[in-house]
């Protein structure tokens, strides 16, 4: 499951990416679509690292599920 959530934060990762740099590239774009594509780029990019680290906080022993 989360590994699923995963793949696809990192999906939407590499088109916010991908969007990013067609629209730096070009000089029809306003500056406010940079930020707004920037800004959304940035926000997957923070959900892609909490889920790293909520998978990477379950440890070793996580899957036996003590708690």
């Known amino acids: 499951m989360l590994n699923a ?3 696809d934060a990192q999906a ?3 088109q916010a ?3 990013l740099k ?5 000089f029809d774009v306003s ?3 940079l930020l707004e594509l920037r800004a959304s780029a940035r ?3 923070d959900e892609l690292g909490a ?3 909520k998978k990477l906080k379950r440890g070793i022993f996580g899957f036996l599920k003590f708690w």
């Open 43 to 45: 926000r997957v990019y």
């Open 31 to 33: 500056d406010d679509r």
């Open 22 to 26: 067609s629209a730096v590239l070009d």
């Open 5 to 7: 959530l995963i793949a």
């Open 12 to 14: 939407r990762l590499d």
């Open 51 to 53: 889920l790293d680290r």
């Open 17 to 19: 990416r991908r969007e």
